[in-house]
């Protein structure tokens, strides 16, 4: 049987240690200490609970908290019924000039993909921590029944738990502090209007955050977007930093005994292939490691500029085609596919942003979503992971492309392409990673990599 709100109250301060240490950010029965911003949602305070109703023609809305937190356990139950999109901000900001709340959100998904419990950077990076990398825990959340959300911020390290089970699993330094949020997702179908999503049992815990952590499970891989320093978890896991953020320490040019004397420069972290003629390897020229992999799983982030083209090549041959042109290997396509003409070449896509580049065009092998792709002029993701002969590509923080270098299928691929007169191209044993030229501005950044 559930307590009253008064009587929960009184139970809560008699049990042991652990529990004293929670506030309740809801007093059951006002909307005391929350303010709304962005849209016009409603929001009443009825039965213990924040009722929360869309309506039409509003963008997202949030109740805030108008206390910020910075390290913390945040706990609540929330209860969604139908459709409507929703999500718990933390550590979130307000932009008071539009009334526009951004920021880190757990997420509260009720479509068929799942992903309550994913972390999406609200009105800035989109999905930062989705649960395509945790496959599991999608099971997590029900519809039509209360859940338990769990949030824990410490320091970098950012944790989501849905009904007990570890949905995310983030190291990011961006948001140190700030407020929490309750969201009413903006409405399209009329049907939509007067949908409804409840929360209660609101409650942090602010002291001896460390001490009151849940020991992760060790089986949710731990997503980091710290720049260009690894965290505990991924040495412990056999990551290392593919380029050091200072130096060109293991890269040269893909024709040169040493790396390029001009074209390429770093600065801030940041790794940049500088814009000449357009030309395929015409400027400074690709960059290549010293060391060849086999299985392996590479992690990076790179920026286009508009118009921009550059590739990201695995299993590189460097002492092929020494002449006019970029060094030979598997390439996962580097694109603006807006502006750049040979996003319009190929077969099916198959030259566009994410692509195996003249063979497999991107799609969402997951989900059948369209490629979350960040806008020109920002950071986004790339990761391939190549073990056994399987190669996957993800963009994002979704999978986009997926096959098996050695199948007849990719043997058949390989025949149609510009690829076809290279011997055996993309099955050899191992090769370096390369980072193209293509005569346009493109910045990397964060490049890692793990030996499986």
């Known amino acids: 049987m559930r307590l009253p709100f008064v009587l929960a109250l009184t139970y809560l301060t008699t049990l042991p240690a652990f529990a004293q240490n929670w506030r309740p950010l809801f007093d059951g029965r006002s909307l005391a200490g929350w303010e709304q911003h962005g849209g016009k949602a409603t929001y009443k305070a009825v039965d213990g609970m924040i009722v929360g109703t869309a309506v039409p023609n509003s963008p997202n809305s949030f ?206 972290g940041v790794l940049t292939v500088e814009a000449t003629d357009g030309g395929e390897s015409t400027g400074a020229g690709d960059i290549v490691t010293d060391r060849l992999y086999s299985d392996f799983e590479l992690d990076l982030e790179f920026m286009l500029t508009p118009g921009a083209n550059s590739g990201v090549k695995y299993y590189v041959d460097p002492e092929l085609n020494q002449g006019a042109g970029s060094a030979i290997g598997c390439e996962f396509q580097i694109l603006d596919d807006a502006l750049h003409p040979d996003a319009k070449l190929g077969v099916d896509g198959n030259r566009t942003l994410g692509s195996l580049y003249d063979l497999i065009p991107p799609k969402n092998t997951d989900y059948g979503r369209n490629k979350q792709t960040d806008a020109i002029g920002e950071w986004s993701r790339a990761r391939i992971v190549a073990k056994d002969g399987r190669v996957e590509h993800w963009l994002n923080g979704e999978k986009v492309v997926e096959y098996d270098r050695f199948s007849q299928t990719f043997a058949a691929l390989v025949s149609y392409s510009k690829y076809k007169d290279w011997p055996n191209f993309g099955r050899w044993p191992a090769g370096a990673i390369l980072l193209q030229d293509h005569g346009n501005k493109v910045s990397y950044r964060n490049v890692k990599i793990r030996e499986l």
């Open 63 to 268: 109740l805030c908290t108008k206390e910020t937190y910075g390290d913390f356990v945040f706990e609540c139950e929330v209860f969604l019924p139908n459709a409507l999109n929703s999500g718990v901000m933390f550590r979130a900001q307000l932009d008071p000039a539009t009334d526009r709340v951004y920021g880190y959100q757990c997420e509260i998904d009720p479509e068929a993909r799942a992903w309550t419990g994913g972390i999406y950077d609200e009105g800035r990076r989109k999905w930062i921590y989705p649960l395509s990398y945790n496959e599991p825990a999608r099971s997590a959340f029900r519809l039509g029944t209360w859940n338990t959300i769990r949030i824990e911020a410490l320091g970098p390290e950012l944790r989501t738990y849905v009904n007990g089970e570890m949905a995310s699993r983030l190291v990011d330094e961006v948001d140190a502090r700030g407020f929490f949020g309750l969201q009413v997702h903006s409405i399209g179908p009329a049907e939509m209007i007067g949908y409804q999503v409840k929360w209660r049992d609101i409650r942090i815990l602010t002291d001896s955050v460390a001490k009151y952590r849940l020991s992760p499970k060790p089986s949710v891989r731990e997503v980091s977007l710290r720049q260009n320093q690894l965290t505990d978890y991924e040495r412990n896991h056999g990551w290392r930093m593919l380029w050091d953020g200072k130096t060109s320490t293991g890269w040269r040019g893909a024709k040169l005994a040493g790396f390029p004397d001009k074209g390429w420069t770093m600065k801030d």
